[in-house]
């Protein structure tokens, strides 16, 4: 294990809270379509199609699911034009003349949308743990995407470890309320931020800061942080196969000890945190 600053080592000693992304941190980060429901007037292969035509244009997980989904149904994915894709929310672009929009269900309400006719059906699936995305066609909807993340074979065990030192887990994540709940009782989690947006995360270390807690975070979110609120160590993943183990001494490291007492270590190297006996 190298240790570049022996003052980083002694501040992650002290650390007594954990914040961790869901996606590819709790989870394997290779989220797949488990359902797909069309709303009326719609055709389940036409919205994929369409759906994966504008996702492919995009590098979110969630996406490239959506996108392999067209594949293995051997779908014609077309062009997109005028695509963008606002953080967090969703992504949207035009395909065969038609104005396709894809995201969760408070990006719609911005914009007018309307999602209740499927929420009946969206709710099922989020109590699954599934999350959902939503697309419109022209401005109506025109269905839903249900796409499931396993948990890492390593999360309990990791989340075990953490618990035996005392430190105090808190998932975070964009994700909808109701799925991040359903998560988060798989694992025994009982401390969630749910509907958190990349540039909302800094705020939610900074309260926990201001209130006394020392506080780590694992997962891509690091890399969204300002100076202005900032993990006191921060790193990628809860899992992986590399033991070695780098303590930096900058604000937003990318490698650190995130606990080391008596036998048990809980590392991080520079793309996974292992335990180690």
């Not at 994929?48 to 014609?76: F, G, M, T, Y």
């Not at 470890?161 to 994700?175: F, N, P, R, S, Y």
């Not at 490291?253 to 007492?261: E, L």
């Amino acid at each position: 294990m190298l240790i570049k600053n022996a003052e980083a080592l002694e501040r992650m000693e002290k650390i007594d809270t954990l914040v961790v992304d869901k996606t590819g941190t709790l989870t394997e980060g290779k989220p797949k379509v488990v359902s797909i429901v069309a709303a009326a007037g719609f055709q389940e292969a036409d919205i994929l199609r369409l759906a994966a035509s504008v996702e492919r244009a995009s590098e979110h997980p969630l996406a490239d699911a959506i996108v392999r989904a067209a594949r293995e149904r051997n779908l014609d994915v077309g062009k997109v034009q005028d695509f963008d894709s606002p953080t967090g929310k969703g992504a949207t672009g035009k395909v065969d003349g038609k104005t396709v929009l894809l995201g969760n269900s408070n990006y719609f309400a911005s914009l007018g949308i309307e999602t209740q006719s499927l929420h009946e059906q969206g709710e099922r699936l989020r109590c699954d743990g599934a999350t959902v995305i939503n697309i419109a066609i022209d401005g109506r909807l025109a269905g839903l995407f249900a796409i499931a993340d396993p948990i890492k074979a390593t999360t309990p065990e990791a989340l075990k470890a953490l618990a035996a030192e005392g430190i105090k887990v808190i998932m975070l994540t964009g994700d909808n309320r109701t799925t991040a709940n359903a998560v988060a009782r798989t694992l025994g989690i009982t401390d969630v931020e749910a509907e958190v947006l990349p540039d909302q995360k800094s705020a939610v270390v900074t309260r926990l800061q201001k209130a006394g807690r020392i506080v780590a975070m694992a997962g891509d979110g690091v890399i969204h942080l300002q100076l202005g609120g900032h993990p006191d160590r921060g790193r990628h993943s809860l899992s992986g196969a590399r033991p070695a183990a780098i303590a930096d001494d900058s604000r937003s490291c990318h490698g650190a000890v995130i606990g080391q007492r008596g036998r048990q270590c809980v590392a991080a190297a520079d793309d996974a945190a292992v335990i180690q006996p």
